[in-house]
């Protein structure tokens, strides 16, 4: 069963039968002990319990317990399970259990809209009673429009427009695109299975692939003539006369040499920067100590 927190009116059933024979209805008892626990609490005896016999005559045996001590939840919780022992020296012990809810409307108040919204929504019974909401002269918009003349009603009964149809056009949108790509796609396999450019195109990479690569005279002519016409001062250097490089044997052949105290320099485009040197022997006579290229 449910009861709303705080709710202090409310009865629950249970009955009493023999504690021997578990069917016996035991009629005219009184001075009932009972045990409470909410939401895995301790259980605590209730101070004075109320429990009434409904009728001993046609309900034999049945009796109602009123639930008037600590029915309020805890701060936070929404919902809380509630458990009842009772005890009496001439039945069977009953246990009964119920749900403590936090209502989201006042209780015994009905939220009441209907198809037109001429009942409409008396706010003051929404669960904070002291603040009412008046839509009356208040528009509310959701996404523009999703349909025109949706009629909602304040606590004047005044109608207020709901207007949605921005949600209609948007799905509209969706529904175009969603079809236009199908038209794509459809067209995309029809290509496929007719042989068309996509059937192609995936031959023709994996011819590529698995065929052995095989230049052209006219091909490896050209690669040739790009290397013999690459400009030296582009491109990485090693950085160091250690390594011979081409580009460093090209540079003696075209660039600015030297010879000074025995070493010969060779200089990088700048006809500056040393590219690397080398030991030289001289003799006697020997004229030539530069040659500067212009």
Not at 7 to 25: E, G, N
Not at 53 to 64: A, I, K, Q, S
Not at 74 to 102: C, K, Q
């Given at each position: ?149 949706t009629d909602m009603r304040g606590t004047d009964g005044a109608a207020t427009a709901l207007a949605l149809a921005t949600v209609d056009d948007n799905v509209d949108a969706i529904k175009t695109s969603t079809d236009a790509i199908l038209i794509d796609t459809n067209e995309l396999q029809g290509d496929w ?69 025995g070493t010969l320099t060779v200089t990088k485009e700048d006809d500056t920067t040393a590219s690397w040197t080398a030991s030289v022997t001289t003799t006697a006579g020997d ?8």
């Amino acid at each position: 069963m449910r009861i709303p927190s705080g709710t202090t009116d409310q009865y629950i059933y249970f009955v009493a039968v023999d504690s021997t024979d578990f069917a016996t209805r035991e009629t005219g008892l009184s001075s009932f002990t009972v045990y409470r626990s909410r939401d895995g609490g301790v259980a605590a005896a209730m101070t004075t319990p109320t429990i009434n016999e409904t009728d001993t005559t046609n309900m034999p045996g049945v009796y109602e317990l009123l639930l008037d001590e600590d029915m309020t939840i805890g701060s936070g919780n929404d919902t809380e399970e509630m458990v009842f022992h009772v005890t009496h020296a001439g039945m069977a012990p009953v246990t009964r259990t119920i749900e403590l809810y936090r209502p989201k409307i006042t209780v015994g108040n009905t939220l009441d809209v209907t198809a037109t919204g001429a009942a409409g929504i008396d706010w003051g019974n929404v669960e904070n009673p002291s603040t009412s909401v008046d839509l009356s002269a208040t528009a509310i918009n959701l996404c523009d429009t999703v349909t025109t003349n949706t009629d909602m009603r304040g606590t004047d009964g005044a109608a207020t427009a709901l207007a949605l149809a921005t949600v209609d056009d948007n799905v509209d949108a969706i529904k175009t695109s969603t079809d236009a790509i199908l038209i794509d796609t459809n067209e995309l396999q029809g290509d496929w299975e007719n042989g068309g450019r996509l059937d192609l195109i995936l031959d023709a990479i994996l011819a590529d692939t698995d065929a052995d690569v095989v230049l052209t005279a006219t091909e490896r002519n050209a690669i040739a003539d790009a290397i013999l016409n690459r400009d030296m001062s582009t491109g990485t250097d090693s950085g160091s006369d250690v390594v011979r490089t081409v580009r460093q044997a090209l540079r003696m052949n075209r660039n600015k040499v030297s010879i000074s105290g025995g070493t010969l320099t060779v200089t990088k485009e700048d006809d500056t920067t040393a590219s690397w040197t080398a030991s030289v022997t001289t003799t006697a006579g020997d004229p030539i100590t530069t040659i500067d290229p212009a």
